[in-house]
């Protein structure tokens, strides 16, 4: 499904992405090779960012995560990791109080899906692996989360069918 053009004509697409340009860029890429289908996606809203509530101080703490990390991979991973387990400092909104709200979101948003409907969410590593954690208890992989990567949702009876890396599971919905 590289930026789009594998998706079937058929489908009815909706793009939703994170106000973070490269989120934004990676969004318009999809829509532009949806477009290159005959598929004329919808673009939801565009969410801030929902996790900093203190800029001035998640600055600093995110700086110096990156000074205590290997490089920006091993950072991501830790900041990840200790967001979700509550470490991080007040600056950051709670993490389970985040995954909710995308849940009821995605939720909602499915229940007024079409059929064929496709939705898909362009955002940044550490809300991929945030959503990965409280929602299905998967950690971040050692080697991170990277460009393009990400997760698969269907909805089934009382369920959802969760695919991550290869991997299908039958899971409860968030």
């Not at 490269?22 to 949806?34: K, N, P, V, Y």
């Not at 001035?56 to 967001?83: C, H, M, P, Q």
């Not at 809300?127 to 990400?150: A, E, M, N, Q, Y």
Request: net charge negative; with cysteine.
């Amino acid at each position: 499904m590289e930026f789009g053009r594998g998706v079937p004509p058929e489908r009815v697409v909706r793009l939703h992405s994170t106000k973070i340009k490269r989120a934004e860029q990676t969004a318009q890429s999809i829509g532009e090779g949806l477009a290159s289908r005959g598929i004329d996606p919808t673009y939801s809203e565009r969410f801030d960012d929902l996790m900093i509530l203190d800029s001035k101080n998640a600055s600093t703490y995110l700086s110096e995560n990156l000074k205590r990390s290997r490089g920006e991979v091993e950072a991501s991973i830790n900041f990840t990791d200790d967001w979700c387990a509550g470490l991080t400092p007040p600056a950051f909104c709670d993490s389970k109080r985040f995954a909710r709200f995308f849940a009821d979101h995605t939720i909602a948003s499915l229940e007024g899906a079409e059929p064929s409907g496709l939705d898909i969410y362009v955002t940044h590593d550490v809300w991929v692996g945030c959503l990965l954690w409280h929602w299905f208890g998967i950690t971040t992989p050692s080697d991170g989360i990277g460009f393009l990567d990400g997760f698969l949702l269907q909805p089934r009876e009382g369920a959802m069918t969760l695919w991550f890396r290869g991997e299908k599971r039958i899971v409860e919905s968030p």
